[in-house]
């Protein structure tokens, strides 16, 4: 089983950068892919952008432009870098690892980022 730990949240304020870092436990060749989600209080979890195996990026349309993700595979880290925050950014950050065909998905526990003045 595939297990994550995510780091780097925090309190931001608008018009700011934060850097997410996600590790990952596990064989490389097990996970297709790597994603970061959100989650506002009342809302249901979003895609915020997502990397597979063979370097192939997607965004949500909240994220293009101001996000970008990024993989180690040396380090087995997936990396979220945020710009251009927005106080609508606010939530909890989840990375999670996406098994072959979606046959599996693991999560992490979430790390918070706070955007406001």
């Known amino acids: 089983q595939v297990q994550l730990v995510e780091s780097g949240g925090g309190l931001v304020q608008p018009g700011g950068s934060l850097r997410l870092s996600c590790a990952h436990s596990?064989?490389?060749?097990?996970?297709?892919?790597v994603g970061w989600y959100r989650q506002s209080p009342g809302k249901q979890r979003e895609m915020v952008a997502t990397?597979?195996?063979?370097?192939?990026?997607n965004y949500a349309d909240v994220a293009k432009g101001r996000f970008t993700i990024s993989r180690d595979n040396s380090k087995n880290t997936v990396d979220l870098q945020m710009g251009f925050l927005k106080t609508e950014d606010t939530a909890v950050y989840y990375c999670?690892?996406?098994?072959?065909?979606?046959?599996?998905?693991?999560w992490g526990q979430g790390t918070q980022v706070t955007v406001s003045s």
């Open positions: 596990g064989a490389p060749s097990s996970i297709w892919g």
């Open positions: 990397i597979t195996s063979d370097g192939t990026q």
């Open positions: 999670c690892a996406i098994g072959p065909f979606n046959a599996w998905i693991s």
